[in-house]
């Protein structure tokens, strides 16, 4: 099992941020991924630890699909791939409507179409091939002006991977069937064929297997004996997810956390968080959901929930270490690098012969 971290910037400590992932590079982890919502962009923090690294894989988690046109998102991941020597991963999100239409104004419509629409043309730049396309949402060249089916002047990079960041059903079904890897949200191992499920249904869809896929979730990483003590603070964000993350009528975070069981609990969260009652939306989480969706208390405890992501089928473990120093965020981060080695070593030896 792979890890991969988050690139935080917290306020505007870019050297900070830097040397965490320089120094994560150091310790083994295996790549890194930079968001975007509505603060920093996704990829310019890329460059900037670019520079600064020479293994780590860098990826954007995630570049906002419809924010910018397929040739953008082309010749941006032509620009990190070459710059990085071929470290950079290409992820991709369709956002939701509160942050696309309220922040760039961009009508939300078709998303997975437009997802669909804007790898076909990524592809076809990559590959080195002339931009000529005709779809729903896109048409390569704009036809009635006077543009013309264009090739990138950047030298070809075909097969630079692709991560898509989905949660519905049909988008799940996507991924499956086009993308090389999934970024997965609101997950927990123990109900992970809510979203497996569609994920090997679009990967049969397109002749291949579930196993060709990375498939990257996991969550807060924290040690301690005193359990309950980590509970509290997580809740929030979990009620943030499931009340704020979209609108009553759209949020797909909410709606993935039904499709495990949680539908009470989902719906009465977010009730309490679009009514302004942010405090006791957060103390309507369970204890449960916390656990889950995390890896948290003693290092048994922890392992156990490793354990728990492998068996599910997870490839790479996606983890935010707690700490509130740069020196105390990678000391969670080498103490569960161990642990995963440890149990990667422990399945190897248990492994029958014909299995390694």
């Not at 032509?78 to 760039?104: C, K, N, Y």
Request: with cysteine; aromatic share 8%.
């Amino acid at each position: 099992m792979r890890v991969a971290i988050s690139l935080r910037v917290e306020g505007r400590d870019w050297e900070d941020a830097s040397q965490y992932v320089v120094e994560a590079e150091r310790l083994g982890v295996d790549c890194v991924w930079s968001h975007e919502s509505w603060g920093y962009d996704a990829v310019t923090p890329l460059a900037f630890v670019a520079a600064r690294t020479s293994r780590i894989q860098l990826g954007t988690g995630i570049i906002q699909a419809g924010t910018r046109t397929p040739a953008l998102v082309a010749m941006t991941a032509m620009s990190l791939a070459s710059m990085s020597r071929g470290r950079f991963l290409l992820g991709l999100g369709v956002s939701g409507p509160q942050v696309i239409e309220g922040w760039h104004g961009i009508r939300f419509d078709r998303p997975v179409t437009r997802m669909r629409e804007t790898i076909d043309i990524v592809r076809q730049a990559t590959r080195g091939e002339r931009a000529s396309y005709k779809g729903r949402v896109y048409e390569l060249p704009l036809p009635g002006g006077e543009g013309k089916a264009l090739r990138s002047a950047a030298a070809p990079q075909p097969g630079i991977p692709i991560y898509l960041a989905t949660l519905s059903p049909k988008s799940l079904e996507m991924t499956g069937e086009i993308a090389d890897g999934w970024l997965g949200t609101s997950f927990m191992p123990e109900h992970a064929r809510v979203f497996f499920d569609h994920l090997e249904a679009g990967a049969k869809r397109a002749g291949r297997s579930l196993a060709q896929l990375d498939l990257q979730v996991g969550g807060f990483v924290a040690f301690s004996d005193d359990v309950d003590r980590l509970i509290p603070p997580r809740k929030p964000g979990l009620a943030f997810t499931l009340g704020a993350m979209g609108s009553r009528q759209h949020n797909f975070y909410n709606d993935a956390f039904k499709r495990a069981g949680y539908e009470d609990v989902a719906l009465e969260v977010q009730r309490l968080w679009l009514d302004g009652r942010r405090d006791d939306a957060a103390a309507r989480v369970p204890d449960e959901l916390v656990l889950k969706t995390n890896l948290l208390g003693t290092e048994a405890m922890v392992r156990q929930r490793i354990e728990a992501y492998r068996r599910a089928g997870v490839t790479t473990l996606r983890v935010e270490p707690a700490g509130e120093s740069l020196g105390a965020r990678l000391a969670t981060l080498e103490r569960l690098l161990a642990l995963v080695r440890d149990t990667e070593k422990s399945v190897a030896v248990g492994a029958p012969r014909a299995a390694r």
